[in-house]
């Protein structure tokens, strides 16, 4: 009914959607234009994905505990389905180092752009912040559509390539060329399929595509497309569809840390598609962007290759994306965790212009930081000089916003549910990962750490402690407005406590690892060296850390489903919010709001001196002028 | 302190010393932050919870107190970066030592998966190398060594392990002839990375005897975990010893400042001079 | 349900949806190609010293197409204006313009691609060279066996590549001079072993060379022939990208670019034949369509001007 | 000028308008001359002049490029009379392309290596 309300409000009847008769099921919840069913099923995709990372990291962290040993329960299910013993990833049940490497590889890529950024940017973008500004949808409806069904398919082909012959793509997240281009050739059992349809020729094409690194790279191509479409999107919402009164300044933090991601993706992507499609042309038409001449690969000159290129030149076009990408990560978790606070301390954010103004500094410093991550390239005094400077600069904004988030704190009167919970984690977690990253910015001491395991734990304290812990804050705290029903109190702390501990026992030993000198990418956990004796052990503690960890995630997974049907029942408002997403009619109908929005002041007026209640929404108009109301009051 | 709380490798190199101070500063700094963060953190959550303080206070903090110290923090990071970081990487990539003269120069050729070494020999020059006489066999085919250059007939290709003398400079040309791999020995404090195509030097100056192992630190392939070197540091005449041991026999007069050590031509010539020079003779040969 | 300025500007932005999603997605293709265009500077910086081509590519139809690109840009602005003036016949003509436009830039862009692809170039092997081979011959295969290639060489051979740049460097004098007997008068001279001149000539019959005879471009109606020995030859191959880094960049770049091409040409033939009725229906929105693929057009048209440039003049 | 293209209001042209749709139409073919006069030169000037160093044959093409695309970008485009919000666009991917642009070559120029074997 308040859909047909919405529609009804306007006449132009040139347009395309159309609302009034029953939608099917299929174009209600599969082939859907509302931005919150996207925002739906682009969370569940990213949260099966972060399964599947969480999974595959457990098999790696098996293996570097217990190196040679096979892996218990699902030891034959995996040789099995990598193609048995002559496969060669898993033997009598061991791993075997090509399988490590690829597990590495893709855990990294599907947390990174399956999981995090797919839940951060994508869902809780979709979902959430056309709420937020007081929009009827997307500003491109099909688009967002067309973004979703761009994703996952790059998602499939991702998880897929684990059964191509030869495996998943095995070269790292960042696909370093020359080994992501000599890596996986065409696969004798792949040439022999396609031989049954095509030339030898066709074959051997065919099988240059059909393996891990190719199609890694074809799902890459695939789910930068994607995010282009979504961030098109999501900037022409912001700037075009925020609600009558809703200004810049007005804009809740949330939507300010989208707009700012969707940039970075719009801008840094590209270059990294380019990257892709010139990787994929030195797999499939034997150019040689990334290869110097004279190879000696297998035994033998490459000579078919003409050479010509530069490794080098992957490695800034990887790493143009990959800063960026660290804080397209972080953004939205930083958005979710300012929204969790501020509705939980019941007081406006403290120092809401340099959050905003430190995020917009963040995002323009990280398009000119990403060297950091090449010091060990062999970089000169000056340039080195150069990016040492940004990336320092750069932690300023980071630390003014962690700042502002604690200050939020103090005065406040603080309900420690679970998504507060889980958001004020967020911030020493955070702290952590990024102190650590300090060191690695200065490229002499860098150089002792660079590739260790101390870059490890940098990197997970502020994606998994940090981000994904903002993240399960963004999902206890917005799952009532999608399902009207409150996940469990008690479930969601049993989820909190074990997982907090247990990654602060994953993560903080990697940091002495680290600085004794154990690398990442070690198959057998460090036990061919010998530096790694002293600190060996700690291997064991984390896996078991791990191991917990998924115990931990069991009563989330079991709140997750149990309480859409059966949760605690809640009205539209169940956390008296005061920005509009919580302002709409439960469940919001396509197109939202019941009627035209106007937006009267900042997002966060919360405990305002005077008021009747602790919070005042922004749509609520001001009837009577504060002065009187105290007058009424008295 | 802090660096032995977190178990750093021993140093064993010159240059080393500041990078441990450098990273010992950086750390406190990092500790002192997370320390007052977190005590205001720990202390704000446990006023501010709800049970305490059931009426949020609108305004919250007035004071300016957190830009004073993000003032601070900026001003710390300004002297880590002028202070430690800039000299200490400018002396890494500019100030190598000029070959010759007391100075051991290496090329370090990184394969799926190991390490060759190529020493230059008697005549201090390293002989052309180039991939198309890549062959199997000998370490020196493996290197592709071009044996029509009269510069590559005294020279040494080791596989695996790398010698050097104790207390003198070693310049190790990083490259690689397949992937990229990445020269890094934690205990001289060093990391490059192998970049085919791309010759990088960096330098050291161990200054304990010893066998370290010398790191792959860059994903290159299935057996990038076990690609495993030694860097072998040695006292001077174990050095020498050995180089003279490797260099061919050739019919030429023995040079003056030769030890006496009558039936190989001597490879190096030590000048114990304050314990850190070490001359390989670069002046006569070729 | 609707969605708030669609068709219309919103007053303190100025500008409808689909204008600001147009630019970003422009924004974001900048991008892309400029992660091409950072790759071709990196290649090009990075290559020995003389081996990057040098106006290696025929001119003349990069300069057609890049006249056909900029004449279809007219028209597409001018149809973007028929439709504000309310002529509908007018418009119709500047679309049916543009995509003949496009048509043709495809057209000549694969005889380009076509001639590449059955141009044949060889390194031959000489182990004094850090890379491995020296000399290169390239041309046209009109023979084999399994001993050597018989090919009919260019008239202009890689070595000028360089040696043109080269004598660039000389004084007008020595210049005249030695283009009064460079390759291109007297045939390619090769010094390979390995390359051994039959003494025959042959007669290309490509409409390329045709075309270049008559225009003067080529001063040789017949090509001398060569015999290329196969044991002596380091790599060879057709002028794939895999043929060396210039082509590599050249197809990888050009190839995205005719995808754009077509890509707007589909879209600009949607509008014209297909959603032509919201001309009449909403001639505002239509216009605003016809604008924002317009700008997706002129940008086409944008980075083909810099690519023109530098794959085939510089 | 071609602020009013981008103003016009749906449904009504008056008189005015329609004249000032007409300059516009005069105006693109000028540009179009323009442009192919560029292209003319830029294919002439290698033939033409030839710089002691190839690096200034390369600037003054791409020199002339970059005139020809402002000229596109400024008439085809209508970047002459655009909105703020436009140009903020355009700022934030030129700072990307440039920093893309001018960083990767200078740490090509910066590397301590040398490209041999
Ligand atoms: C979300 C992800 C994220 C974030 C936010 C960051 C943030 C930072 N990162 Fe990190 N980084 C990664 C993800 C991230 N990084 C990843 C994935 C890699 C590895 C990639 C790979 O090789 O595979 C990496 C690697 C990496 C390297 C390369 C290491 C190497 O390979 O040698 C460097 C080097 O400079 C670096 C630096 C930094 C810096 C200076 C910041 C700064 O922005 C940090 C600024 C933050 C602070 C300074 C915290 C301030 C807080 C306080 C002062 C208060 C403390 C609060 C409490 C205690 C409550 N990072
Ligand atoms: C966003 C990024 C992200 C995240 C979240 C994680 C999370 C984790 N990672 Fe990962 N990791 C990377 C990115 C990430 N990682 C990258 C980029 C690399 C480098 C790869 C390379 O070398 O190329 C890496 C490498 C890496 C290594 C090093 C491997 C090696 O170098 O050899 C290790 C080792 O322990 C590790 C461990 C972990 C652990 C224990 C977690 C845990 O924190 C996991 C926590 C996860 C969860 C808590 C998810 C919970 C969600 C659910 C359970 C879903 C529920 C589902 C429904 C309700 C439907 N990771
Ligand atoms: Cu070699 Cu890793
Ligand atoms: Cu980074």
Same mark, same amino acid.
């Given at each position: 009914m308040q859909e047909a309300t919405a529609t009804a409000s306007h006449g132009d009847h040139s347009h395309d959607h159309h609302d009034h008769e029953p939608l099917s099921f299929w174009s209600k919840y599969v082939f859907s234009t509302d931005h919150k069913v996207i925002g739906i099923q682009y969370a569940i995709t990213a949260l099966l994905s972060l399964m599947g990372g969480f999974i595959m990291m457990m098999l790696m962290r098996w293996q570097l505990a217990y190196p040679g040993e096979s892996i218990p329960f699902v030891g034959n299910l995996l040789e099995n389905v990598t193609g048995g013993a002559q496969g060669g990833m898993v033997v009598n049940g061991v791993m075997q180092p090509q399988f490590y490497n690829a597990l590495g590889a893709m855990h990294g890529t599907i947390m990174v752009f399956l999981g995090v950024v797919p839940l951060g940017f994508a869902a809780f973008g979709n979902y959430v912040m056309p709420l937020q500004i007081g929009a009827p949808d997307m500003a491109f409806p099909r688009l967002n559509m067309a973004s979703f069904w761009t994703f996952l398919p790059g998602a499939l082909i991702m998880f897929l390539s684990f059964l191509v012959p030869?495996?998943?793509?095995?070269?790292?997240?960042?696909?370093?060329?020359?080994?992501?281009?000599?890596?996986?050739?065409?696969?004798?059992?792949t040439i022999e399929f396609f031989s049954k349809f095509l030339s030898d020729e066709g074959a051997l094409f065919m099988a240059s595509i059909f393996n891990g690194q190719s199609l890694w790279l074809i799902a890459m191509v695939f789910l930068i497309s994607s995010s282009l479409l979504g961030s098109v999107n999501v900037i022409v919402t912001t700037v075009q569809l925020r609600a009558k009164g809703m200004s810049w300044m007005r804009m809740p933090y949330f939507v300010w840390a989208i707009l700012v991601t969707a940039f970075l993706l719009l801008l840094a992507f590209p270059p990294l598609e380019a990257a892709g499609i010139m990787q994929l042309m030195d797999r499939v038409a034997h150019t040689s962007f990334f290869m110097p001449a004279g190879l000696y690969?297998?035994?033998?000159?490459?000579?078919?290759?003409?050479?010509?290129?530069?490794?080098?030149?992957?490695?800034?076009?990887?790493?143009f994306l990959g800063h960026p990408e660290v804080y397209v990560m972080l953004l939205p978790a930083v958005g979710i965790v300012a929204e969790v606070i501020a509705c939980n301390t019941r007081k406006p954010l403290w120092g809401y212009k340099s959050l905003v103004f430190g995020s917009i500094a963040l995002g323009l410093l990280s398009f000119i930081v990403w060297a950091h991550h090449m010091y060990m390239t062999g970089m000169g005094a000056k340039v080195s000089a150069f990016f040492q400077t940004t990336t320092t600069i750069i932690s300023i904004p980071s630390v003014i916003i962690l700042t502002a988030l604690l200050i939020s704190l103090w005065g406040g009167s603080i309900r420690f549910n679970t998504p507060m919970l889980f958001a004020i984690a967020f911030l020493p977690m955070f702290g952590i990962g990024g102190l650590t990253g300090i060191p690695l910015a200065f490229s002499s001491i860098g150089s002792y750490l660079h590739d260790s395991y101390y870059v490890i734990g940098h990197f997970h304290y502020v994606v998994a402690p940090g981000v994904i812990f903002g993240l399960f804050a963004g999902v206890y705290h917005w799952y009532p407005k999608v399902t009207g029903r409150k996940m469990n109190e008690f479930l969601g702390k049993l989820h909190f406590w074990p997982t907090l501990i247990c990654m602060n026992l994953i993560f903080a030993p990697m940091f002495i690892q680290g600085m004794a000198g154990m690398h990442r990418r070690w198959y057998d956990g460090g036990a061919t060296y010998e530096l790694s004796e002293p600190v060996l052990h700690w291997n064991i503690v984390m896996t078991w850390a791990a191991f917990i960890m998924f115990v931990a995630q069991i009563p989330f997974i079991w709140n997750f489903f149990t309480a859409w049907f059966n949760g605690q029942k809640v009205g539209t408002n169940p956390w008296n919010a005061t920005t509009l997403d919580w302002q709409t009619p439960f469940p919001a109908p396509h197109g939202n709001f019941a009627g035209p929005v106007t937006v009267y002041r900042g997002p966060y007026e919360?405990?305002?001196?005077?008021?009747?209640?602790d919070y005042t929404p922004q749509n609520e108009p001001d009837v009577i002028p504060e002065k009187e109301t105290k007058e009424v009051k008295a | 302190m802090l660096n032995n709380l977190l178990q750093i490798t021993q140093n064993a190199s010159e240059h080393g010393t500041q990078i441990d101070f450098f990273l010992e500063a950086a750390h406190w700094f990092m500790l002192v932050l997370f320390v007052g963060w977190t005590t205001f953190f720990l202390y704000t959550i446990y006023r501010f919870w709800q049970r305490r303080s059931p009426k949020a206070d609108y305004n919250g903090v007035q004071n300016h107190a957190s830009s004073h110290i993000e003032i601070y923090v900026i001003l710390i990071e300004a002297v880590l970066l002028l202070g430690f970081a800039f000299p200490l990487w400018a002396k890494q990539v500019n100030k190598i030592p000029p070959e010759g003269e007391n100075v051991l120069k290496v090329h370090a050729i990184a394969y799926q998966f190991g390490w060759f070494f190529h020493y230059p020999g008697e005549d201090g020059v390293l002989g052309r190398k180039n991939p198309i006489f890549i062959s199997g066999g000998d370490p020196k085919s493996q290197v592709g060594l071009d044996r029509s250059d009269p510069f590559a007939a005294d020279d040494i290709v080791t596989l695996t392990v790398m010698r050097a003398p104790v207390n003198t400079p070693v310049i190790v040309d990083v490259t690689s002839r397949d992937v990229i791999h990445n020269y890094a020995v934690a205990h001289m404090r060093v990391s490059q990375d192998a970049i085919p195509g791309m010759r990088v030097p960096i330098w050291f100056t161990p200054i304990r005897t010893g066998e370290f192992e010398i790191i792959c630190a860059q994903l290159c392939g299935a057996g990038h975990y076990s690609m495993k070197g030694i860097l072998n540091i040695q006292t001077?005449?174990?050095?020498?010893?050995?180089?003279?041991?490797?260099?061919?026999?050739k019919p030429q007069a023995v040079e003056p400042e030769a030890p006496a050590d009558p039936p190989t031509e001597p490879e190096v010539t030590p000048v114990e001079a304050e314990g850190s020079a070490v001359a390989i003779s670069s002046t006569s040969g070729s | 349900m609707q969605i708030p300025y669609e068709v219309e500007e919103r007053p303190d932005t100025g500008v409808y949806n689909a204008k600001l999603g147009i630019w970003l997605f422009l924004a974001s293709e900048i991008m892309l190609f400029g992660g091409l265009f950072s790759a071709y500077i990196f290649l090009r910086l990075g290559a020995p010293e003389g081996s990057w081509p040098d106006h290696v590519l025929w001119d003349l139809p990069g300069l057609i197409n890049t006249a056909i690109l900029i004449l279809s840009s007219v028209t597409v602005v001018l149809s973007y204006i028929y439709v504000k003036l309310n002529n509908f016949m007018m418009f119709r003509v500047c679309m049916i313009i543009t995509l003949v436009c496009a048509g043709l830039f495809m057209g000549i862009k694969s005889f380009e691609y076509n001639g590449k692809f059955h141009h044949f170039g060889a390194f031959m092997k000489d182990t004094s060279k850090p890379q491995g081979y020296g000399e290169q011959i390239t041309g046209h295969v009109i023979g084999e066996n399994e001993d050597f290639f018989l090919v009919a060489a260019?008239?202009?051979?890689?070595?000028?590549?360089?040696?043109?740049?080269?004598?660039?460097?000389?004084?007008?004098? @020595?210049q005249k001079l030695a283009s009064e007997h460079d390759a291109v008068h007297h045939g390619p001279v090769f010094n390979h072993?390995?390359?051994?001149?039959?003494?025959?000539?042959?007669?290309?019959?490509?409409?390329? @060379?045709?075309?270049?005879?008559?225009?003067?471009k080529e001063k040789h109606k017949e090509h001398d022939v060569f015999k290329v020995m196969k044991d002596q030859i380091f790599r060879h191959s057709m002028f794939t990208p895999g043929y060396n880094a210039y082509f590599a960049i050249y197809f990888t770049m050009t190839g995205l @670019?005719?995808?754009?091409?077509?890509?707007?040409a589909v879209v600009l033939a949607y509008f014209c034949f297909i959603d032509h009725k919201r001309f009449f229906t909403n001639r505002k929105h239509f216009g605003n369509r016809i604008e924002v693929a317009g700008l997706f057009w002129h940008f086409v048209d944008l980075v083909w001007i810099f690519l023109f440039p530098i794959l085939y003049l510089l | 000028m071609s602020q009013d293209v981008s103003h016009t209001e749906h449904g009504h042209e008056d008189a005015h308008e329609i004249e000032h749709l007409q300059a516009h139409i005069k105006t693109y073919w000028i540009i179009f001359w323009a442009l192919i006069v560029g292209t003319i030169l830029t294919v002439g000037v290698p033939y033409l002049i030839h710089f002691e160093n190839h690096v200034y044959n390369v600037i003054l093409g791409l020199a002339i490029a970059t005139a020809k695309a402002s000229l596109v970008c400024l008439f085809f485009m209508h970047l002459n009379a655009e909105k703020k919000l436009i140009y903020w666009m355009i700022v934030l991917s030129v700072f990307g392309a440039i920093s893309l642009f001018i960083l990767t070559a200078l740490a090509y120029w910066d590397h301590t290596l040398s490209y041999e074997w």
């Open positions: 030869g495996g998943a793509a095995k070269s790292g997240w960042t696909s370093y060329s020359p080994l992501a281009a000599t890596a996986d050739q065409p696969q004798g059992p690969v297998g035994g033998e000159v490459l000579n078919s290759y003409a050479g010509g290129g530069s490794p080098l030149l992957w490695q800034h076009l990887f790493w919360y405990s305002v001196p005077g008021a009747d209640k | 001077q005449a174990e050095f020498q010893a050995w180089a003279e041991s490797q260099a061919p026999k | 260019d008239s202009r051979q890689p070595i000028d590549w360089l040696s043109a740049r080269e004598l660039k460097k000389q004084s007008p004098a @020595h072993p390995g390359i051994i001149p039959t003494g025959d000539k042959y007669k290309p019959k490509s409409l390329e @060379h045709k075309i270049k005879v008559a225009i003067g @670019h005719a995808l754009h091409v077509i890509g707007g | -």
